[in-house]
C-alpha cells in the first residue's frame, strides 16, 4: 500500500509540478506588472500631488493679490467717501451762509420799511400839524366866520 500512495503520489507530481511551476511563473509576472503598475500609479499620483500643491499655491498667490487690491480699493472708496463729505460739508456752509445773509438781508430789508414807515408817518404829522396850524391861523383872521 504504501507503493501505491508512493506511486500516486509521483503521478500527482509528474501531472501537477509542471502546471504548478507554470503558474508559479505566472504568478511571479503578474506580481511583477502588478508592482510596476502600483509604482506608475503611485509616481502619477505624487505628479498629481504634486500639480495640485502648485495650483493651489497659484490660487492662494492670487487671493492673496485680490485681497491686497480690495485693501487698496476700500482704501480709495474711504478716500473718496471722505473727499465727498468734505465738499458736501462746504455746501451746507455755503447753504447756511447763503441762507443767514439771506435771513439778515430780509431783516434789514423789514426794518428799513419800518423805519420809512415811521419817516412817512413822521413827515405826514408834520403836514397835518402846519395844516392845523394854517387852519388854525386862517379862523383867528378878522373877517373869517366861524361856522358851527
Same mark, same amino acid.
Given at each position: 500500500?504504501?507503493?501505491?500512495?508512493?506511486?500516486?503520489?509521483?503521478?500527482?507530481?509528474? $501531472?501537477? @509540478?509542471?502546471?504548478? /511551476?507554470?503558474?508559479?511563473?505566472?504568478?511571479?509576472?503578474?506580481?511583477?506588472?502588478?508592482?510596476?503598475?502600483? @509604482?506608475? =500609479?503611485?509616481?502619477?499620483?505624487? @505628479?498629481?500631488?504634486?500639480?495640485? /500643491?502648485?495650483?493651489?499655491?497659484?490660487? *492662494?498667490?492670487?487671493? $492673496?493679490?485680490?485681497?491686497?487690491?480690495?485693501?487698496?480699493?476700500?482704501?480709495? =472708496? *474711504?478716500?473718496?467717501?471722505?473727499?465727498?463729505? @468734505?465738499?458736501?460739508?462746504? $455746501?451746507?456752509?455755503? =447753504?447756511?451762509?447763503?441762507?443767514?445773509?439771506?435771513?439778515?438781508? =430780509?431783516?434789514?430789508?423789514?426794518? /428799513?420799511?419800518?423805519?420809512?414807515?415811521? *419817516?412817512?408817518?413822521?413827515?405826514?404829522?408834520?403836514? $397835518?400839524?402846519?395844516?392845523?396850524?394854517?387852519?388854525?391861523? /386862517?379862523?383867528?383872521?378878522?373877517?373869517?366866520?366861524?361856522?358851527?
Amino acid at each position: 500500500m504504501s507503493d501505491v500512495v508512493q506511486s500516486l503520489r509521483q503521478a500527482l507530481q509528474d $501531472v501537477l @509540478a509542471p502546471e504548478l /511551476r507554470e503558474h508559479r511563473v505566472l504568478l511571479t509576472a503578474l506580481d511583477s506588472k502588478i508592482d510596476s503598475r502600483t @509604482a506608475e =500609479l503611485r509616481s502619477e499620483l505624487a @505628479a498629481m500631488g504634486s500639480d495640485l /500643491r502648485t495650483e493651489i499655491g497659484a490660487v *492662494r498667490s492670487e487671493t $492673496v493679490g485680490v485681497r491686497a487690491e480690495m485693501g487698496g480699493m476700500r482704501t480709495e =472708496l *474711504r478716500g473718496e467717501i471722505n473727499t465727498l463729505r @468734505a465738499e458736501l460739508d462746504k $455746501v451746507k456752509l455755503a =447753504l447756511q451762509s447763503g441762507f443767514e445773509k439771506l435771513q439778515h438781508a =430780509l431783516e434789514s430789508a423789514v426794518l /428799513r420799511g419800518e423805519v420809512s414807515t415811521v *419817516r412817512e408817518l413822521s413827515d405826514l404829522r408834520s403836514r $397835518v400839524e402846519r395844516i392845523e396850524d394854517h387852519l388854525k391861523l /386862517r379862523r383867528d383872521e378878522p373877517g373869517i366866520q366861524r361856522q358851527h
